[in-house]
C-alpha cells in the first residue's frame, strides 16, 4: 500500500525515536511512505499565532502538493495533521486573493495513530505480535491537536478518545482508563513559558500513577517531549522523584513484534525507557 | 441609563463612595464607555460570533492554563462585547493560550474561542503592539524567521536564536539554568536528535514569496 508522507520539522530532527519506529512499523506492514517533495514547513503554532495569511498559505503549498500526486496523505505529527485539517477546511471554500494555494479537498488527510488503528491496519498489527506485552501497565495520552476541534479533525471521540487504547490493548498490554488523557501539556510553550510546561506536566504524572501507570505512551512528539525532558527537573521542583518512561505507540509496537533496532530508538529518551521493559522481560 | 441612552458600568453609585460605605480610588469610579465597534471589527475580520457568548464559563472551566491568565477566557469574549479593546489586546491571557482547543470544542454556542485568541494576537501583530508576553511571541518570531531562511525549522539553531531576540540568556545566565540549557542541548546531540547543519528546499523563492505577500496583503 502507498501513502504520501508529510513527515514535519521535527520528525527529521528532534522526533527522530519516532521517525525510526514508524518507518520499521509501516515498512514492516508493506505501507510505502512517499515523503511529499521539497515539503515546507507547516508554519506550527507560530503562524496561527501571529499571522492568518501564513498559517493557510504554509500548510496549503503542501496539501497542493499533496493533491498532484493524488495518494492519501499521512501525518505523524498531530499539530500538522491539524493545520494541515484547519488549510485544507479554507481552501475548499474556494480560490480567493488571499488563498494562495488551489485545494479541492480531494486528498484524504490521516493523523498517524488514526491511519495505524483503522481496523483493516490493526488488524496485521495485531497479527505480528511475538510477545504478548502482559503486565505492562500503560496509560495513552492523546494531547490536543489530534482530535480538537472536532470540526476540523473529523475526529468522532474527542473528549475520551479510544483508538491509541484499543492498540495497545491489542498488544496485550493492561491500559488503564484515565480522565486526563486529553489535558494540554503545555504545547510551545515548552521555550519561552516552561513554568507553565512544569504545572501541567506535573498534574498528568500525578494523574498516570493514581491510574496505575508505569509508563505513559503518546503519539505525539511534542507531547513526547515535554512529558520526558523535564521529568528531571519537575521531580526537583515538586520534591518527588517521577520515573515515568515515555513510549511512542509505535515503539511499543516494535517491542511486541520483536523488532531488532527497538534500542536504539529507546536510546534517544531521556527517562530511560529500557528498565521498565527488561524487568518484563521484552527486552 | 442616561438620558443619552448611554450606559456606564457603575451608574448604580454615584460619586465615589462604594454602597457599604468605603471610598473607590479613581480607576475605579472611572466609568466604561460600551461601544460596539471593536465587537464588529472582531467579528468582521475573523467570522467568529463572539456576540453569541452569554457567559456559561464553560470555556473558562475547561481551559487548563487559566492559573497563568490575567483575564480569563470568557472574560476575554466579555471584553470585546463591550469594547475593551487595550486591555485584551494588552492582556497576558492570549499569549498564554495554548491553542488546546477545549474552549472551542465545548462551547455550547460553537464559538471558535481559540480562533478569537489567535486573532487577538495577530491584532497585536499588525498593530506593532506590545506583547505582554514578550518572549511567547519572540519564539514565534524566531520559529517564523527559520521558515522563511530555509522552508523548514532548523530545530538545532531555534533555541539559541530564541535566546538572542529574546534576551532570555540573560536571565538564564543569572539563574544558571544556561549551562542545563547547554547541557541539554549536547546530550540532544549526542542521542542523534539535533542535526548539525541545516538544509534548504527547493521551494525556498516560494516561501520567501509567501512572507512578502503577507506584508503586501
Known amino acids: 500500500m502507498k501513502v504520501s508522507y508529510y513527515p514535519g520539522c521535527s520528525l527529521e530532527a528532534t522526533a527522530r525515536d519516532y521517525q525510526e519506529s514508524i518507518a520499521y512499523v509501516c515498512g514492516q506492514l508493506g505501507i510505502d511512505l512517499e515523503e511529499i517533495p521539497d515539503w515546507s514547513c507547516c508554519g506550527a503554532t507560530a503562524a496561527h499565532n501571529t499571522d492568518d495569511f501564513l498559517s493557510i498559505a504554509l500548510p496549503g503549498r503542501n496539501l497542493a502538493l499533496a493533491e498532484k500526486i493524488g495518494l492519501d496523505l499521512v501525518v505523524p505529527c498531530p499539530l500538522c495533521f491539524n493545520r494541515l485539517k484547519t488549510a485544507s477546511h479554507q481552501l475548499q471554500k474556494g480560490p480567493r486573493e488571499d488563498r494562495p494555494y488551489v485545494y479541492a479537498g480531494k486528498t484524504r488527510v490521516w493523523d498517524l495513530l488514526d491511519f495505524l488503528s483503522h481496523p483493516d491496519r490493526l488488524s496485521r498489527i495485531q497479527a505480528k505480535v511475538r510477545q504478548p506485552l502482559k503486565d505492562l501497565s500503560l496509560v495513552c495520552y492523546y494531547g490536543c491537536q489530534a482530535n480538537r476541534p472536532p470540526k476540523i479533525t473529523g475526529a468522532t471521540s474527542y473528549e475520551n478518545p479510544q483508538n491509541m487504547d484499543n492498540l495497545l490493548k491489542a498488544l496485550g498490554a493492561t491500559v488503564p482508563d484515565w480522565s486526563y488523557k486529553t489535558d494540554c501539556c503545555g504545547a510551545s510553550h515548552t521555550i519561552a513559558r ?44 515538586f520534591r518527588k522523584v517521577y520515573d515515568l518512561p515515555v513510549y511512542y505507540f509505535t515503539e511499543l509496537i516494535g517491542v511486541s513484534w520483536k523488532g531488532p533496532e527497538v534500542k536504539t530508538w529507546l536510546s534517544r529518551h531521556m527517562v530511560n525507557p529500557e528498565p521498565l521493559l527488561k524487568r518484563k522481560s521484552f527486552i | 441609563m ?10 448604580v453609585l454615584t460619586g465615589t463612595v462604594r454602597s457599604n460605605g468605603t471610598t473607590m480610588d479613581k480607576s475605579e469610579s472611572e466609568f466604561i464607555e460600551m461601544t460596539s465597534g471593536f465587537l464588529n471589527q472582531v467579528e468582521k475580520e475573523s467570522g467568529i460570533r463572539v456576540s453569541a457568548c452569554f457567559q456559561c464559563r464553560k470555556c473558562t472551566n475547561g481551559c487548563p492554563v487559566t492559573f497563568a491568565m490575567d483575564i480569563y477566557p470568557d472574560q476575554v469574549m466579555r471584553h470585546i462585547q463591550i469594547g475593551l479593546k487595550q486591555e485584551v489586546q494588552e492582556s497576558a491571557t492570549i499569549w498564554v493560550c495554548a491553542s488546546c482547543e477545549t474552549c472551542t470544542t465545548r462551547c455550547p454556542n460553537e464559538i471558535d474561542l481559540a480562533g478569537v485568541m489567535d486573532y487577538l494576537k495577530q491584532s497585536v501583530v499588525k498593530e506593532k503592539g506590545l506583547a505582554a508576553e514578550g ?23 531555534l ?47 516560494e516561501i520567501k514569496k509567501l512572507f512578502d505577500k503577507k506584508n503586501r496583503l
Open chain 2, 159 to 205: 533555541v539559541g536564536n530564541y535566546m538572542l531576540k529574546s534576551g532570555d540568556w540573560r536571565q538564564k545566565m543569572k539563574d544558571g539554568t544556561l549551562l542545563e540549557e547547554m547541557r541539554l542541548g549536547w546530550t540532544m546531540y549526542r542521542k542523534g536528535r539535533l542535526k548539525l547543519l541545516p538544509q534548504n528546499i527547493k521551494g525556498r523563492e
Open chain 2, 135 to 157: 518572549k511567547v511571541l519572540a519564539f514565534h518570531q524566531i520559529f517564523l524567521d527559520a521558515i522563511r531562511k530555509r522552508g523548514r525549522v532548523f530545530e538545532t539553531a
Open chain 1, 194 to 237: 516552561p513554568d507553565i510546561v512544569n504545572t501541567l506536566v506535573h498534574r498528568l504524572y500525578e494523574r498516570a500513577l493514581e491510574a496505575g501507570a508505569e509508563a505513559i505512551v503518546v503519539s505525539c512528539q511534542m507531547c513526547q517531549a515535554n512529558l520526558d525532558m523535564p521529568q528531571k527537573t519537575i521531580s526537583e521542583i
Open chain 2, 2 to 11: 442616561d438620558e443619552t441612552g448611554s450606559c456606564s458600568a457603575n451608574n
